[in-house]
């Protein structure tokens, strides 16, 4: 059973930052993908950020150059920096990580708050 443990959400002032982490714990295999969802209220559940683990990052358009994912092979450790925050960020974010081989799966984390300011 994988689990997926985030930390670091919180309130902040527009123009601010915040670092979200997430750490995959229980499985054997390769997390070939890592990476970051999020859903603001009456809103579907956007792509932010992944990457794989050979370090390919994909970022959606309205993040892109304030946002930052990283990732740490060997803790299984998924992190995003946000900078430059805006009100339009706010949302639930949700760790997420797949693997598109097999055994495939996909694992979601439990989800963390991030509310920005104006």
């Known amino acids: 059973q994988v689990q997926l443990v985030e930390s670091g959400g919180g309130l902040v002032q527009a123009g601010g930052s915040l670092r979200l982490s997430c750490t995959a714990s229980g499985n054997l295999f390769r997390f070939e993908f890592m990476g970051w969802f999020r859903q603001a209220p009456g809103k579907q559940r956007e792509l932010v950020a992944t990457?794989?683990?050979?370090?390919?990052?994909n970022y959606a358009d309205s993040v892109k150059g304030r946002f930052t994912i990283s990732r740490d092979n060997a803790k299984n450790t998924v992190t995003l920096q946000m900078n430059m925050l805006k009100p339009d960020d706010t949302a639930v974010y949700y760790c997420?990580?797949?693997?598109?081989?097999?055994?495939?799966?996909?694992?979601w984390g439990q989800g963390t708050q991030v509310t920005v300011s104006s």
């Open positions: 990457i794989s683990d050979d370090a390919t990052t």
């Open positions: 997420n990580t797949e693997r598109r081989t097999f055994p495939k799966f996909t694992y």
